[in-house]
T-cell receptor, first 113, second 114 residues
Framework: DQQVKQNSPSLSVQEGRISILNCDYTNSMFDYFLWYKKYPAEGPTFLISISSIKDKNEDGRFTVFLNKSAKHLSLHIVPSQPGDSAVYFCAASAGSNDYKLSFGAGTTVTVRA | ETGVTQTPRHLVMGMTNKKSLKCEQHLGHNAMYWYKQSAKKPLELMFVYSLEERVENNSVPSRFSPECPNSSHLFLHLHTLQPEDSALYLC?????????????FGPGTRLLVL
């Protein structure tokens, strides 16, 4: 049973525009959410996270929004750059110190020059 | 470079072979993980070791056998695998980033079972 879903397997965006990646979850116990970025031939790297006590967290060009009532989070990248082309995974856990993360299937982002 | 290394990076094996995957971290983390990533699927958690003790075995077939001899090293021993076991196997360790726990991943071992 997949508890974290990324329904868009791919996204193509022009350089300089905004990329919006979406993620939905079903487990109401999740209270800590992360985004990972993965380049080919590399492992995922941590990008940004948000705790359920917040509805927004910003780090440079990356902003994560959390809508707890809708069990939905999104990652905004603005402006998008060619180096942002990668696979983005959404992940969630129940408790910020919990050892277990549930991952989505990933969204492949392609930024066109 | 996350500080988590995995060897080999690529592995081709027959169904009767025995091989081992190795993961190493010197980040001082005390929890380590094995994940399986198949194409277009979420990362599947296989095993978790915390302080060298296995705390999670996610219904993984016995043809996968983990070993954690110390907090810096993690192995995945493989024997009599099936073609459907072909996937990317990722190791991770758990540490803190900006005061929050997160997982640091190695580059993975791309496994092909013939």
């Amino acid at each position: 049973d997949q508890q974290v879903k990324q329904n868009s397997p791919s996204l193509s965006v022009q350089e300089g525009r905004i990329s919006i990646l979406n993620c939905d979850y079903t487990n109401s116990m999740f209270d800590y959410f992360l985004w990972y970025k993965k380049y080919p031939a590399e492992g995922p790297t941590f990008l940004i996270s948000i705790s359920s006590i917040k509805d927004k967290n910003e780090d440079g060009r990356f902003t994560v929004f959390l809508n707890k009532s809708a069990k939905h989070l999104s990652l905004h990248i603005v402006p998008s750059q060619p180096g942002d082309s990668a696979v983005y995974f959404c992940a969630a856990s129940a408790g910020s110190n919990d050892y277990k993360l549930s991952f989505g299937a990933g969204t492949t982002v392609t930024v066109r020059a | 470079e996350t500080g988590v290394t995995q060897t080999p990076r690529h592995l081709v094996m027959g169904m009767t072979n025995k091989k081992s995957l190795k993961c190493e971290q010197h980040l001082g983390h005390n929890a380590m993980y094995w994940y399986k990533q198949s194409a277009k699927k979420p990362l599947e958690l296989m095993f978790v070791y915390s302080l060298e003790e296995r705390v999670e075995n996610n219904s993984v077939p016995s043809r996968f056998s983990p070993e954690c001899p110390n907090s810096s090293h993690l192995f995945l021993h493989l024997h009599t695998l099936q073609p459907e076991d072909s996937a990317l196997y990722l190791c991770a360790s758990k540490g803190r980033v900006a005061g929050r726990e997160t997982q640091y991943f190695g580059p993975g071992t791309r496994l092909l079972v013939l």
